[in-house]
Each structure stands twice: as C-alpha cells, then as structure tokens.
C-alpha cells in the first residue's frame, strides 16, 4: 500500500462491509482484519466500520476485550477513522435498544431522529455538512452531498463541542462528524459517496496525498431527493442473468420467439448508472419468488462484482423469504439476507414475503417477531429493509364498495369511476392479495420496514408518468420514506412526482435501459427546478 502499511480493519460481521473494503482496495491500500485486541494496539491506521445495532456492535466489542483495546488506542491519539455507528459508539450511551452504554470516549448520548416534526424516519439519502476549520479529512467534501443512512444520530452540546469537525441538518442540527488529533469519525458512509466519499477516506489513508479538489464546491444545501436505477435480473432462455424490463410485469418480446427482452448486463449497466449519477441502484431477481437465491449464485456474483466499483447504495430484491432446497435444507430469510449484505447489498427488498407478514399481521393483531421483514430488520436495522409493493389500480364508482381504503383518481375510470383502491399482489403481479397497499403500507412500517418501494403494474414500463395520486396516498400514510416507481417516461415526471408528492425518491429502469434519457439530464432538469438534487 501506499505508505507501506496495511490498514486495520475492524469487522464485526454486521452488516455491509465488502463495499467499504472494495474502497480501501480501489484506493491501493491492503486490509489486515482484526482477529484479536492485540491487532487493534498493534494497528497503524484503524478504520471500524459500525453497522447495524447499537447494541449487538457493543455486545461484541465487550465481549471479547475489544471496547478496552479500542479505548487505549484511541486514548494514546493513534490513527482511527469510525464510520456510522463506530461514531456512534464513541459516546457515552445510545437509546437505540433501550439505554446501552457506549465507550465513553465522548460526551452525550445517542437519540432518534424525532418524526414528529415531518421528517421522515430513518434519515436516508444525500445531505449537506457543515464544516469546521480544521477538519482534514473533510477538506475536500466543501458543499457536496454526502450519504446517510440512520436513525439515531449524536447531538452538538456544550460538552462536546470541542469534538465536532462538521453537523448537518435534518429537522435538527446533528453532528456529522468529530475529530480530536488523528483521532476521526463520521456519521455519513463514506464508501456510499461516491467520489466525495472516496476523497474522506482517501484523506485519512493517506494524508499526505496531494488530491485534485473537485471542479466545484458543490451547491448542497439540504436532504436531496434521490433519482434511482433500479435494474430488473432474470436468467434470459439460455441461463445467462440478464438485465430485463417489464411492460406492466410482461417481459417477454411480442415477437415469435417471445424470449426475455434482454437489455444488458447487470454488472455493466450498473457500473455505467453509477458514473452517470444514480444516487443509488437497485437490483430486483424477478423470479426469486421461485427460483431459490443462495442456488441462484449468479445474483450474488453480481453484488460482489458491481459492489467492487459502485461507491452508491446497492440495494436487492426479489427471493427474500424462508426457502427449503431441493435436498430439504432450511433456509430462514435472515440467512438469505444476510448472504446478499456479505455479497455487498446496503439494502435489501421484500415484496411478496411482505404481504402475507401484513396480512397475518393485521388478522391477528400481533407482532409475532417471525416474520422475514421483522427478523432482518431487527438484526440489521431497519434502515438496511425496504418493502416493495407490487399494487395494481381497482377502479371504484363508490369508495365504500370495499373495505380497503380507496382515493379519489385524478382521471377517471374507464367507466367514469372516479375513485380507485390498489389492491397488492404477490408472485410479481400474477396473484392478487386481499389486501390494499394503504394497509400494506402502514403494517409494514410497524412491522420495521425502513423504507418502501412503491410501484405501479398499471404505469409500470408505460413512460407516461408516475401515478401521483397512488404515491400521495401512501406517502401520506407513513413516516417512512417511500421512493415513486413506475411509468418515468421524461425528465418532467420526476419533478411532478417530487412538486406533487413527499416521495423521498424517484426509482426508474426503461427510461435508462432504453437510452432515452440520461441520469445527468433528470437531475440538472431538477436542479433547474429548484428541487434539491445531488450534482
Ligand atoms: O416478491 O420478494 O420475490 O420480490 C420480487 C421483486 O421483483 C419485487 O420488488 C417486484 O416489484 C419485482 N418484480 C417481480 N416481477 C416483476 C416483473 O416486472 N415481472 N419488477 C418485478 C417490477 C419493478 C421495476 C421498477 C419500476 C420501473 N418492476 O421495473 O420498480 O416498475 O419501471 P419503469 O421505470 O420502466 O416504468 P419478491
């Protein structure tokens, strides 16, 4: 590596931290794990990446005399850059699972975000810091947007002001990060932030480097909304996973041979959506819902070679259910999920599983703690879990005709009904559920789900523009953030969504695939707009 030295990492085995070491290797630097306290004294740079639970993270630094290794190393000013809850645990407790103490090294406690106040809960996406003077690793970040992704954040006091090196702002000021000495933390994910992030870690591997600032200050000034490109996988006729678009869940080819439209590579696509701007990529194994995931390698080789060069969220979807193998084996979700985060996933999406845990979810009243949606979030957080709705639009001429709850449709039926329900699906659209994706949408938050992907069969592949009135009845039902899906046709659609809808993203997949319009030009069209977007 550059300086001769490897650079330690501390892996508790929690959460997603393949992305980071693909950082580390992408900026020429080597990685020794720690395998014991010793390696952490012994360390000449250490970066702890923290994910998941405030609590699990400090059950495993206490429990095998890490917490006391990390303190003398930290103590004695050694270099160390903490990353998400490696700030968080710097402090002296957090509220996430009740009252846990954390190392102490810092004044305050950890708290929630407060959702009363409109913000919506967890705090994901690109925001602007705050810098301080002297801040180093920072120096580089100026006005740019950087990636969060969590609910509970440090707050600024009189006792530990001394400590921050930049806040930011999100219903309150939080502290973004702290700097005391060679002694470094972050909220934000630097191996999320695209080249902004790369130039955080850079700065801290090696300080001397002499980097080339980026052309602009950047103009970030608040939460940013995300544009999304979300990349449909499925084995195409011959066996080969190929990237794949539906046109209202139909992906085969009105041609003779009526094979799987085929429009490109996953790893590919996703590495070019990358340095055209996405704010983050979505993978979704369309028929996971029957082919098994863990068999169907080809989709974690995809995570693990997109996630080599692909510095943004990568979330995947599709198959995310208790699965039992052709020789009978068991697999829980969790194993299943937990084997696509070790792959490189931030995130990972539920649809059909989601729909049968709120249907019994609402039968009987109780949380059982069961379910796949309840197990993954409560191990990985539930900022790591996002529910997707498959909803198809039921035209009514009476709201009351049904026992789900119904809106008011901006055009109306075919039969001039005037108000509609949405009634979801599971199977990818092939079978309709008894349930509406109001119901869904509110169960799914209480169950733990972090975030919701909102599609639609109706405008799905249509081009003709998001359905605004779907998306203002589930946005308006939850304190989550829902990302808009469905139907993106022109740059327009993306600033109607955002002007006329809370959607914290908007998601697309034939208006790139087919070439028709790039990322650069959604988002300079929304910047021209005044809507807040990462450039
Ligand atoms: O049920 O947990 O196995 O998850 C299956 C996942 O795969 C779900 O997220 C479901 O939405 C998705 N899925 C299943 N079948 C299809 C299909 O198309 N036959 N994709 C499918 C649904 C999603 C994307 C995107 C927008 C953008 N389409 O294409 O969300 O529709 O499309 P557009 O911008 O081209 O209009 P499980």
């Given at each position: ?413 075919p039969n001039g009904e005037e108000f509609a329900w949405y009634q979801c699906t599971v199977n990818g659209g ?106």
């Amino acid at each position: 590596s550059a300086d001769g030295s490897a650079v330690t990492l501390l892996d508790y085995g929690a959460g997603n931290v393949r992305s980071l070491r693909n950082a580390i290797r992408h900026l020429g630097f080597d990685i020794k794990d720690v395998q014991s306290p010793e390696d952490i004294l012994n360390a000449n740079r250490l970066i702890f990446p923290g994910v998941g639970a405030f609590a699990t993270a400090m059950d495993v630094l206490n429990k095998n005399g890490m917490a006391e290794a990390l303190c003398s190393y930290i103590e004695n000013d050694r270099p160390f850059l903490g990353i998400c809850l490696g700030l968080q645990v710097l402090f002296e407790s957090s509220e996430e699972n009740g009252l846990v103490n954390g190392l102490g090294l810092i004044p305050g406690v950890v708290q929630r975000f407060d959702s009363s106040n409109g913000f919506r809960v967890p705090h994901i996406g690109w925001n602007a810091l705050q810098i301080r003077e002297g801040s180093e690793i920072l120096d580089d970040v100026g006005n740019h947007h950087v990636y969060f992704v969590h609910s509970y954040r440090a707050m600024p006091s009189d006792k530990n002001k001394d400590w921050i090196s930049s806040t930011s702002n999100y219903g309150d000021t939080f502290i973004a990060s702290v700097k005391r000495g060679n002694v470094h933390a972050v909220q934000f994910h630097p191996e999320k932030s695209g080249d902004v992030g790369l130039s955080v870690l850079r700065r801290f591997l090696n300080p001397k480097s002499q980097i080339t600032k980026k052309p602009d200050e950047g103009k970030a000034s608040k939460l940013a909304k995300r544009v999304i490109a979300c990349l449909d996988v499925r084995t195409n006729d011959n066996g080969d996973l190929v990237v794949t678009k539906g046109d209202q869940y139909d992906v085969r080819e009105h041609t003779k041979e009526n094979e799987v439209r085929n429009l490109g590579k996953p790893v590919d696509l996703a590495g070019q959506y990358y340095i055209d701007g996405a704010d983050e990529v979505s993978f979704l194994n369309i028929t996971g819902f029957r082919d098994f995931p863990l068999g169907d390698l080809p989709m974690l080789e995809v995570l693990r070679y997109t996630s080599e060069n692909v510095f943004v969220p990568l979330t995947v979807g599709g198959g995310i259910r208790d699965f039992t193998d052709v020789n009978g084996r068991h697999y829980s979700s969790l194993e299943v999920a937990s084997e696509y985060f070790r792959s490189g996933a931030d995130k990972i999406s539920i649809g059909s599983d989601a729909v049968y845990a709120a249907e019994d979810y609402l039968r009987s009243g109780v949380k059982t703690g069961k379910s796949s949606l309840e197990q993954i979030s409560r191990v990985y957080g539930n900022q790591a879990v996002v529910v997707s709705i498959d909803p198809r639009r039921v035209y009514l001429k009476d709201p009351n005709d049904v026992e789900f709850k119904a809106t008011r449709v901006s055009n109306p039926g075919p039969n001039g009904e005037e108000f509609a329900w949405y009634q979801c699906t599971v199977n990818g659209g092939r079978e309709g559920r008894p349930i509406g994706a109001y119901e869904l949408a509110k169960a799914v938050e209480e169950l733990g789900a972090g975030e919701i992907l909102l599609n639609c069969i109706d405008c799905d592949g249509q081009g003709k523009g998001f359905d605004i009135d779907l998306i203002k009845l589930i946005t308006d039902a939850v304190s989550i953030p829902v990302i808009a899906s469905s139907g993106a046709g022109a740059v327009e659609h993306f600033s109607e969504v955002f002007r006329k809808t809370n959607a914290s993203a908007a998601l697309a997949a034939g208006i790139f695939h087919r070439k028709e319009v790039p990322i650069q030009s959604v988002k300079e069209h929304l910047f021209k707009e005044g809507i807040e977007v990462r450039i």
